[in-house]
């Protein structure tokens, strides 16, 4: 595929497939991802890929918490955004509700969309990318981004839908005790991935984007 096509075809999956993604694929795109770049090579991810069992047993996990009331702690702490970004995510989230039909007053079903991405939107496999503790500082957290995006492109190569998400792994106590991710590393996010259900109505989104205009400062040119 076409790197730019890739980049403007990539969009956020929330409905899957139930048909499994076999590993070797996995690690095909793996082995694409691992040549991103990182500061001073330093190549701080580690990168846990989870299904069957195990992926079920975190999805179970993290409705029992949520179900209980627990409060969500990351390992990373998420501050909640202010003005145009707390907008930007109000819009996001009314056009999602929109295609599910879900209306704004509906508490249950808007329960239930949150629990599925506690539950990875059920995708077959997900990817949970860490950071030792010792590298936990902003060079670590752009290098996990950089990773991130090139496996999300690369995924695309092989008929795969990502979604990008910390609710996964939101409590990262579940996260752990299903695999063998120590407390010595810092869970920063992961990615659901799976076969795209295109028939599900919150992958008909296509989010937008501001322009160039509101975003670029062109410095030095005539
Ligand atoms: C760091 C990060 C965290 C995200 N977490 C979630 C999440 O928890 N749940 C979700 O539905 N989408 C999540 N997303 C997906 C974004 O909502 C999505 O990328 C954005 O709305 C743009 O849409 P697009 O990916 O379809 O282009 C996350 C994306 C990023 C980069």
Redesign the pocket.
């Known amino acids: 595929m076409d790197i730019v096509e890739a980049i403007r075809s ?3 999956i ?1 409905g899957y497939k139930p048909d499994p993604v076999p590993k070797e694929v996995l690690r095909e795109i793996l082995d694409i991802a691992r040549r991103s770049p990182s500061a001073i090579n330093t190549q701080p991810w580690n990168v846990t890929v989870v299904t069957g069992e195990v992926l079920d047993n975190i999805k179970k996990g993290n409705i029992e918490m949520l179900t209980a009331g627990v409060e969500p702690h990351p390992d990373v702490p998420n501050e909640p955004y202010e003005g145009i970004y707390k907008q930007r995510q109000v819009d ?1 989230a009314v056009q999602i509700f929109k295609l599910m039909g879900i209306a704004r007053e509906d508490r249950e079903k808007r329960a239930k969309w949150r629990e599925r ?1 506690f539950r990875f ?1 059920d995708a077959p496999a997900a990817i949970i990318l860490s950071i030792d503790r010792s590298v936990d500082k902003l060079s670590s957290h752009l290098d996990i981004g950089a990773i ?1 995006q090139t496996i999300c492109l690369a995924a695309l190569n092989y008929g795969l839908g990502t ?6 792994i939101i409590f990262p106590g579940v996260v752990r005790e299903f695999t063998r991710i120590p407390e010595s590393n810092k869970i920063i ?1 992961s990615i659901a991935i799976g076969y795209p259900d295109w028939d599900f109505p919150a992958n008909k ?1 296509e ?1 937008g984007r501001e322009s160039l205009e509101d975003f670029v400062t062109w410095c030095g040119f005539a």
Do not use: A, H, P
């Open positions: 990539r969009k956020s929330r996001l991405g939107f991130v979604c990008i998400e910390d609710q996964g996010i989104l989010t």
